[in-house]
């Protein structure tokens, strides 16, 4: 029923910027949460900052500073500046929903000069 699409990963240069975009469908309740998490190969999956719905924003100490995210009625995002090789990942995004766990398929970063 509630289904998230990321989208706006690409390859980029290091000290780029790049926005993430997670549409969501169906119905979300204003009390849930929205998250953005990443994964490079050969690692765990992370987290990487998270939105409330007043609009109270969360980030990693790794992307403090750098990333803010954000969200305009039912599209979410994660606006990244100066990028570095170390965000290179597939980005995700992520809701908990009454204790029911949706992802969304992930999109590509590639930070790499």
């Known amino acids: 029923q509630v289904q998230l699409m990321e989208s706006g990963g690409g390859l980029v240069q290091p000290g780029d910027s790049l926005r993430l975009s997670c549409v969501v469908s169906g119905r979300i309740f204003s009390a849930y949460a929205m998250y953005w998490y990443r994964q490079a190969p050969g690692k765990q999956r992370e987290y990487v900052a998270s939105?409330?719905?007043?609009?109270i924003t969360r980030e990693d100490d790794s992307v403090k500073g750098r990333f803010t995210i954000s969200r305009d009625k039912n599209i979410f995002y994660l606006q990244m500046n100066s990028l570095k090789s170390e965000d290179t990942a597939t980005y995700y995004c992520?809701?908990?929903?009454?204790?029911?766990?949706?992802w969304g398929q992930g999109t590509q970063v590639t930070v790499s000069s």
């Open positions: 939105i409330n719905g007043e609009g």
């Open positions: 992520h809701v908990n929903a009454a204790g029911i766990k949706y």
